[in-house]
């Protein structure tokens, strides 16, 4: 599968893998930023941005798909970076494939199953009349019901595309809609698996998907990893608390 990649800078190769209905585009300040020590590809993970479809859409897959991408575009080892489902996809990488992973920064999720579901926001995107809307006003409008927070209606809006009369929704909705008990989710791995690399676990301090109850799994898989939390952020750290959440990423995969 040939993902599509947004490039900044140059120096060590640098993997970002955004969240689940995010896309490359959502990281351009902080992949410049990045970039002035390395050559940062922010990538549309499968069934997002401009990366191809596919039908299939759990970790193993993409795991599968971002090893493919490393090997062919990073000679084979990156330090990688992955929010929420990309962070998710960026462990699993980390555990199948580890000699590819110079470093690991895991933003705001667990290698742990939720309930967290994105499902409404789908069924909305998917209801909204984007055949027959003017502007897109119009579509955020037709979202309002379901969605009540201005900023999440911003974000999904970034990924509607085209004129009045023939928008289109940039990810593949069905089938993420299809997966979202995958996606969700984490592939169990056999006992005594890890990744043993320097690894970063970076969570917003008013987001919920990080908690101390998730600690003895993530030091299982992860023996290395440093835990640091981001004051007055919540999910989407790297939106909420920018010039904080880069210092953090730089700091580490400098140090």
């Given at each position: 599968?040939?993902?599509?990649?947004?490039?900044?800078?140059?120096?060590?190769?640098?993997?970002?893998?955004?969240?689940?209905?995010?896309?490359?585009?959502?990281?351009?300040?902080?992949?410049?930023?990045?970039?002035?020590?390395?050559?940062?590809?922010?990538?549309?993970?499968?069934?997002?941005?401009?990366?191809?479809?596919?039908?299939?859409?759990?970790?193993?897959?993409?795991?599968?798909?971002?090893?493919?991408?490393?090997?062919?575009?990073?000679?084979?080892?990156?330090?990688?970076?992955?929010?929420?489902?990309?962070?998710?996809?960026?462990?699993?990488?980390?555990?199948?494939?580890?000699?590819?992973?110079?470093?690991?920064?895991?933003?705001?999720?667990?290698?742990?199953?939720?309930?967290?579901?994105?499902?409404?926001?789908?069924?909305?995107?998917?209801?909204?009349?984007?055949?027959?809307?003017?502007?897109?006003?119009?579509?955020?409008?037709?979202?309002?019901?379901?969605?009540?927070?201005?900023?999440?209606?911003?974000?999904?809006?970034?990924?509607?595309?085209?004129?009045?009369?023939?928008?289109?929704?940039?990810?593949?909705?069905?089938?993420?809609?299809?997966a979202m008990d995958d996606i969700l989710a984490f592939p169990h791995v056999a006992d005594g698996t890890c990744y043993d690399g320097p690894t970063l676990f970076l969570h917003g301090a008013?987001?919920?998907?990080?908690?101390?109850?998730?600690?003895?799994?993530?030091?299982?898989?992860?023996?290395?990893?440093?835990?640091?939390?981001?004051?007055?952020?919540?999910?989407?750290?790297?939106?909420?608390?920018?010039?904080?959440?880069?210092?953090?990423?730089?700091?580490?995969?400098?140090?």
């Amino acid at each position: 599968m040939n993902l599509n990649v947004i490039e900044a800078g140059s120096g060590a190769p640098l993997v970002i893998m955004h969240g689940l209905l995010g896309s490359a585009r959502n990281w351009g300040g902080i992949a410049t930023k990045l970039g002035e020590s390395h050559h940062v590809m922010a990538v549309d993970m499968p069934n997002h941005g401009a990366s191809p479809w596919s039908e299939t859409m759990d970790y193993p897959f993409m795991a599968r798909q971002l090893a493919d991408f490393i090997k062919a575009k990073c000679g084979g080892k990156a330090t990688v970076v992955g929010h929420s489902m990309g962070g998710k996809a960026a462990m699993m990488l980390a555990l199948t494939y580890p000699q590819m992973v110079e470093k690991l920064v895991v933003v705001d999720i667990a290698p742990v199953s939720y309930t967290h579901t994105f499902a409404p926001y789908i069924k909305a995107m998917r209801a909204a009349p984007i055949a027959t809307a003017l502007r897109r006003g119009d579509v955020e409008l037709a979202m309002h019901g379901v969605i009540d927070d201005p900023r999440v209606r911003a974000f999904l809006m970034q990924n509607l595309e085209g004129q009045p009369g023939s928008y289109r929704w940039r990810p593949n909705l069905a089938v993420l809609g299809a997966a979202m008990d995958d996606i969700l989710a984490f592939p169990h791995v056999a006992d005594g698996t890890c990744y043993d690399g320097p690894t970063l676990f970076l969570h917003g301090a008013q987001s919920d998907y990080v908690l101390p109850a998730h600690e003895d799994v993530i030091a299982a898989l992860f023996p290395k990893a440093e835990m640091q939390v981001v004051d007055g952020a919540g999910h989407w750290v790297h939106a909420d608390k920018p010039a904080e959440f880069t210092k953090a990423v730089a700091q580490f995969v400098n140090s």
